[in-house]
């Protein structure tokens, strides 16, 4: 599963608001509920988000396995 809980804390950490996405640089609110809901976005979107924030990709999302360990 992709999280975005990367991109609450880089956005947090530069004081900008889900307001600021999509006003000043019109990210939908379609994407940013997508955002908040951990739903997919466009590898353009992350694209975006990154070059938005200034940061790298793992500073906006991460992969966290929804699959349990192979017991031995």
Do not use: F
Not at 28 to 49: A, G, I
Not at 50 to 63: M, N, P, S, W
């Amino acid at each position: 599963m992709i999280r975005y809980d990367p991109l609450w804390r880089t956005m947090a950490g530069q004081n900008v608001t889900t307001y600021t996405l999509r006003e000043k640089h019109k990210i939908s609110h379609s994407t940013v509920q997508s955002l908040q809901n951990n739903k997919h976005v466009s590898t353009y979107t992350l694209d975006r988000l990154c070059t938005i924030l200034g940061c790298r990709l793992e500073d906006v999302a991460e992969y966290i396995s929804d699959q349990k360990p192979k017991q031995l």
